[in-house]
């Protein structure tokens, strides 16, 4: 069936994804948490394959963050085996496809083994122009805030010359655009600590489907549904459809 739910907004730029769920989905069925964690793999592959058929340019997948660390110790442990193995199984089929990997985070606290195969995955995909698939790991957005601070007193900018584009040029990753929509799986209604600069002014998409589970038909429709969101920026919806209005007719 023809889906004719108008579509308001262009495709997103850029869509960053909270995975979450895992633990619970593995203890539903009666297995250890890491069980999830490794099942979610296959829902990694499935989403980047989603993105990069529909043109989104740029994918963030928060993978690990600050506040992680704080899991039991032979979670850790798993999670980052399970980054290295993933690293090294995946490099070939995304560099064939197109898929440019970056991440993202404080990475100088990742095991030795995570970092030189994050640094071989960027550097083999490097000239890739397809879909940019950004890994945040050990990440959150209060530390990124605060190293870009950081960096703007180490530059020695002068107060009044510091405006949003100062902050957001020390950023992580500042010739990456804001996600236009966040998805977040599991029924968790939180940004945990994700991308707090980057998110102002993202349409959010929650969905109960945990991790695991999710597919590309479930990123698909996040996408469509995105697409229907009137996104007003502040202005009244009758300024925003008389904007869409003069931008579709045709010139004099
Ligand atoms: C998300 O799943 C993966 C990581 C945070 C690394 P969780 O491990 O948070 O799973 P739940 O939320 O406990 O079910
Ligand atoms: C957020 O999930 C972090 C990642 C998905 C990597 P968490 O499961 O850690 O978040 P909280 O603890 O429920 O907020
Ligand atoms: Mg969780």
Redesign the pocket.
């Given at each position: 069936m023809v889906d004719t739910t108008a579509q308001a907004n262009s495709l997103p730029r850029h869509v960053a994804v909270?995975?979450?769920g895992n633990g619970r989905w593995a203890r539903e069925r009666g297995e250890d948490r890491i069980f999830g964690h490794a099942h979610g793999v296959e829902s990694v592959r499935s989403v980047v394959r989603a993105a990069g058929e529909l043109g989104v340019e740029y994918l963030t997948l928060?993978?690990?963050?600050t506040?992680?660390w704080s899991r039991p110790q032979a979670e850790i442990n798993a999670l980052m085996e399970l980054l290295v193995e993933s690293l090294a199984g995946e490099v070939d089929e995304l560099a064939r496809k197109g898929v440019r990997l970056r991440s993202t985070g404080a990475l100088d606290s990742l095991p030795d083994a995570c970092r030189a195969a994050l640094r071989d995955v960027e550097e083999r995909t490097a000239h890739c122009t397809g879909l940019t698939l950004i890994l945040?790991l050990s990440y959150s957005g209060r530390w990124e805030l605060t190293e870009a601070v950081r960096s703007i007193v180490r530059a020695g900018t002068p107060e009044v010359d510091i405006t949003e584009e100062t902050v957001r040029a020390h950023m992580g990753l500042p010739d990456v655009p804001d996600p236009e929509l966040l998805i977040r799986t599991s029924g968790?209604q939180?940004l945990?600590n994700?991308l707090l600069w980057q998110l102002a002014y993202a349409e959010l998409h929650f969905t109960t489907v945990m991790w695991p589970d999710f597919r590309e038909d479930h990123f698909r429709a996040a996408v469509h549904e995105f697409r229907g969101r009137e996104r007003r920026f502040g202005r009244t919806g009758d300024q925003l459809r008389q904007a869409q209005a003069g931008a579709e007719s045709p010139a004099p």
């Open positions: 909270i995975m979450d928060y993978a690990f963050s506040e992680n945040a968790e939180r945990s994700f």
